[in-house]
């Protein structure tokens, strides 16, 4: 029985990411076609799912999902933080990239795997928890990577990063569509605001294709990522697939949790490395190579120990 919510939970997640993975090596689809999925999928698949799920959840729901905000961002920033320090430390790479490693660590998969997976083992209910997380690394981490990749683009012409140019970096992450639309339904779900019924059948309608296209996307883009191994890449690997979740258990029993949602928070944790890195680092002409091999390792991997903390959390 156990097997089979494994395979049920993991085998639908990875046989659409090794479609899109094929899709790109294939060059079925090309570097037009995923930024046009990216564009569907960041802009509004993912947001019209969140804010769905966000905006219907009554105003006691979303109070009961403070703890996990807790949990999540302060596993996600002492993560961030220690292998900011330790690539500056050890790598000497330069703070944009010491950032973008840390937030490609920091910051799992949560639109690609992490949706499809808490879907699939908890029930929609899952969505919930997907879309407070998604808030959590986007208005902790993101902005703080956005404001180091602004810093070194500034650095390279020459000038000196200005509170401007900071702000306009936290602008720019907090607004992104993805961002803005689960704290948008938060607030709406905390102002005790009940969502039409038919907005939700038309945010629905759009937000059902989220997870399938995400994981579609997640595998285009690690197709067209050069892979390389090294002492980094084993490192992050075993802090995204294996630190994170632990991490999360520590936290948890520090911060008071109902046993349920600790179980939802240690899952999240356990989903793998994201690409928002890879995203980042293209846009700013940074090494996404890294990033893209950190990605590709800690998903590969992700199939074991997503596995182990199923069967862990989940045993009934």
């Given at each position: 029985?156990?097997?089979?919510?494994?395979?049920?939970?993991?085998?639908?997640?990875?046989?659409?990411?090794?479609?899109?993975?094929?899709?790109?090596?294939?060059?079925?689809?090309?570097?037009?076609?995923?930024?046009?999925?990216?564009?569907?999928?960041?802009?509004?698949?993912?947001?019209?799912?969140?804010?769905?799920?966000?905006?219907?959840?009554?105003?006691?729901?979303?109070?009961?999902?403070?703890?996990?905000?807790?949990?999540?961002?302060?596993?996600?920033?002492?993560?961030?933080?220690?292998?900011?320090?330790?690539?500056?430390?050890?790598?000497?790479?330069?703070?944009?990239?010491?950032?973008?490693?840390?937030?490609?660590?920091?910051?799992?998969?949560?639109?690609?795997?992490?949706?499809?997976?808490?879907?699939?083992?908890?029930?929609?209910?899952?969505?919930?928890?997907?879309?407070?997380?998604?808030?959590?690394?986007?208005?902790?981490?993101?902005?703080?990577?956005?404001?180091?990749?602004?810093?070194?683009?500034?650095?390279?012409?020459?000038?000196?990063?200005?509170?401007?140019?900071?702000?306009?970096?936290?602008?720019?992450?907090?607004?992104?569509?993805?961002?803005?639309?689960?704290?948008?339904?938060?607030?709406?779900?905390?102002?005790?605001?009940?969502?039409?019924?038919?907005?939700?059948a038309s945010l629905a309608l759009i937000g059902s294709s989220a997870a399938?296209?995400?994981?579609?996307?997640?595998?285009?883009?690690?197709?067209?990522?050069?892979?390389?191994?090294?002492?980094?890449?084993?490192?992050?690997?075993?802090?995204?697939?294996?630190?994170?979740?632990?991490?999360?258990?520590?936290?948890?029993?520090?911060?008071?949790?109902?046993?349920?949602?600790?179980?939802?928070?240690?899952?999240?944790?356990?989903?793998?490395?994201?690409?928002?890195?890879i995203l980042f680092a293209v846009n700013y002409r940074l090494d996404s190579a890294t990033a893209g091999s950190m990605v590709i390792?800690?998903?590969?991997?992700?199939?074991?120990?997503?596995?182990?903390?199923?069967?862990?959390?989940?045993?009934?």
């Open positions: 029985m156990m097997s089979h919510v494994i395979l049920m939970a993991l085998v639908p997640v990875f046989f659409v990411l090794l479609l899109g993975y094929a899709a790109g090596k294939f060059h079925i689809v090309d570097s037009l076609h995923v930024d046009a999925l990216n564009a569907l999928v960041m802009d509004f698949a993912v947001p019209a799912a969140l804010f769905a799920a966000t905006a219907s959840a009554s105003r006691r729901e979303m109070i009961e999902q403070v703890p996990l905000f807790m949990v999540l961002g302060v596993t996600m920033l002492l993560l961030y933080a220690a292998w900011y320090f330790a690539a500056r430390s050890f790598s000497r790479v330069s703070r944009p990239e010491a950032s973008l490693q840390a937030l490609t660590i920091g910051f799992p998969n949560l639109a690609g795997v992490g949706l499809p997976l808490l879907t699939s083992v908890v029930g929609p209910a899952g969505t919930v928890p997907v879309a407070v997380a998604l808030a959590t690394g986007s208005i902790l981490i993101s902005p703080l990577t956005l404001i180091m990749a602004e810093m070194g683009a500034a650095e390279g012409r020459g000038d000196e990063m200005t509170a401007r140019q900071v702000l306009t970096a936290v602008g720019r992450a907090i607004t992104k569509p993805v961002v803005l639309a689960p704290a948008l339904g938060i607030l709406f779900s905390l102002s005790d605001l009940s969502l039409d019924a038919l907005a939700h399938g296209v995400a994981l579609f996307l997640t595998g285009a883009i690690l197709s067209a990522q050069s892979f390389r191994l090294d002492w980094r890449i084993a490192g992050a690997t075993v802090a995204s697939n294996i630190v994170r979740p632990l991490l999360a258990v520590a936290v948890v029993h520090v911060i008071p949790i109902a046993p349920d949602t600790a179980k939802i928070a240690i899952l999240i944790g356990a989903v793998p490395s994201g690409f928002f890195g390792a800690s998903t590969g991997v992700s199939i074991a120990t997503m596995a182990i903390a199923i069967a862990l959390l989940f045993p009934n």
